[in-house]
């Protein structure tokens, strides 16, 4: 997993992966070559036992403001661009790698997240955010409506009215306020972000990686699921984390009162 166009910094912290939008310069604004690296790392950390949490935030003073707009030329001969082709190859893969994946995804917003940018955070599992930050549904400043899983995945944090107000009027939602609707799990002092980020993300690495994955897909299918539909299948994903090592090391743990050393398998 390496990157040598640079846009995208790959590290290892232990057993958690740091991904980190690096073009600073035009705010981690996406491109189609970025898009393809970030899904290619969390697709393969998905599979690599040796990774068990990841980390994803941006380089210098935003997280990320979506789609690169200087890429776009609505003068120009191959206007209008193919948007449904943009998102089902690139936009969708993405978020839907982040939402499924079977490792906890932290991101750290240490600042403006818009448009796809916005949504490609609230796709990861737990986000703390810089108390300057903000989010911001851009989309209709240009004609657009929220993409990158956006109208799915916003409804379900702050509710429908919030929702639309947010999308329909492209109004800025700061931290505190995110934090506060529930958007977001929590808004930290600017200095404390990327260490409160770290540590949370070293925390989820050294957890029961396979619960904690069978916790993320049941909550992801809840969404759609009946009652019936939703115990059965909790009852069939602890069946499968109860025959892990990781759940007789915590009983174990338990019952001797010291903390659990898991080993994600």
Same mark, same amino acid.
């Not at 776009?72 to 969708?92: C, K, N």
């Given at each position: ?19 980190? !939008? ?14 393809? *690296? ?14 068990? @949490? ?8 935003? %997280? ?7 890429? +776009? ?6 206007? &209008? ?53 903000? %989010? ?17 995945? !916003? ?22 306020? @995110? ?24 925390? !989820? ?21 009946? !009652? ?11 069946? +499968?984390?109860? *025959? ?9 743990? %338990?019952? @001797?009162?010291?903390? &659990? *050393?898991?080993?994600? *398998?």
């Amino acid at each position: 997993m390496s990157d040598d166009a640079g846009e995208l910094r790959v590290a290892r912290d232990g057993a958690c992966l740091v991904l980190t !939008l690096n073009r600073p310069q035009k705010l981690n604004a996406l491109t189609v070559s970025l898009i393809s *690296r970030l899904t290619e790392a969390v697709t393969e950390a998905d599979t690599n036992p040796d990774l068990r @949490a990841i980390l994803l935030t941006g380089a210098g003073s935003a %997280f990320c403001v979506g789609q690169d707009l200087a890429r +776009r030329d609505p003068d120009g001969p191959e206007w &209008p661009p193919d948007l449904r082709s943009s998102i089902t190859d690139h936009y969708a893969p993405l978020t839907t790698a982040v939402l499924t994946s079977r490792k906890p995804v932290v991101c750290a917003v240490n600042g403006v997240a818009a448009g796809a940018g916005a949504n490609l955070a609230l796709a990861c599992d737990i986000v703390l955010a810089a108390e300057s930050a903000r %989010f911001i549904q851009s989309f209709a400043k240009v004609g657009l409506i929220p993409d990158s899983a956006g109208t799915w995945i !916003l409804p379900r944090l702050v509710g429908l009215a919030r929702a639309r107000a947010i999308c329909l009027t492209g109004e800025p939602v700061g931290a505190r306020q @995110a934090a506060e609707w529930g958007m977001i799990w929590r808004a930290v002092p600017d200095a404390d972000l990327a260490e409160e980020a770290r540590q949370l993300a070293q925390n !989820l690495a050294e957890g029961p990686t396979v619960a904690l994955g069978l916790a993320k897909s049941a909550l992801l299918a809840s969404a759609s699921a009946s !009652l019936e539909e939703q115990v059965a299948r909790e009852a069939d994903a602890q069946d +499968r984390a109860g *025959r892990t090592n990781d759940y007789a090391e915590g009983v174990r743990a %338990f019952l @001797a009162k010291r903390a &659990p *050393r898991f080993e994600g *398998r």
